[in-house]
């Protein structure tokens, strides 16, 4: 995986998107110019079945190949952190 840049691990978090089976999705501020992002925390994934595992690198991959595209949402980067896979994605408010 690459790193995100810039390093949204230092953004502050405003509030817990969601939760799933592997992770959570966790809404991000910038500090400074209040730019919201989505941060899809995948934790867990050592013990993860092999499958599990490749799908979440596909899903990473898919993401990386079509960036900019009118019926996706963005992605922006992505950032191991301990055991906690970090992808980061525009922010969509309207859902």
Do not use: F, Q
Request: aromatic share 6%; charged share 30%.
């Amino acid at each position: 995986m690459e790193e995100a840049d810039p390093p949204y691990r230092s953004w502050e978090r405003v509030r817990l998107l969601g939760r799933g089976h592997h992770g959570a999705a966790v809404l991000l501020r910038h500090p400074r110019t209040d730019r919201l992002v989505v941060c899809k925390e995948i934790t867990d994934m050592a013990g993860a079945p092999d499958s599990d595992r490749a799908t979440v690198e596909n899903e990473v991959r898919i993401l990386k190949t079509i960036r900019r595209h009118p019926n996706v949402v963005s992605y922006l980067g992505s950032y191991h952190e301990g055991k906690v896979l970090s992808i980061v994605m525009e922010y969509a408010a309207g859902g």
